[in-house]
């Protein structure tokens, strides 16, 4: 059983061959694939978790497409002084597809 850990828009999620992932908004390139760093890899039973290994470790991934968030409100309210203030925010997501590790 092979899979990563993997940086993938200011978090770190495991993936495997075929996972589908939602993080951050990231641009791909022409083709639509995008390059993942790995911060730990376990091949079977061998865990690599050396920076110096880990570079030469590609994770490789396909996107789906472009999608965003729930919509988050936000509201401050203070009593008796008359100050109240609304908010929306939705964040920008992409869902890709990892599709190899090496």
Excluded at 23 to 48: F, Q
């Amino acid at each position: 059983m092979v899979y990563a850990v993997v940086r993938a828009g200011g978090r770190q999620e495991k993936v495997e061959i075929g996972t589908i992932v939602t993080m951050d908004r990231v641009k791909s390139s022409k083709n639509g694939t995008i390059e993942l760093p790995a911060v730990l890899l376990v091949d079977g039973d061998k865990v690599t978790s050396d920076a110096k290994s880990l570079a030469k470790v590609t994770v490789t991934a396909e996107v789906l497409g472009d999608l965003r968030g729930p919509k988050i409100v936000i509201q401050k309210f203070k009593n008796k002084t008359g100050y109240k203030k609304r908010q929306g925010h939705r964040q920008e997501l992409t869902r890709v597809k990892i599709t190899g590790i090496k």
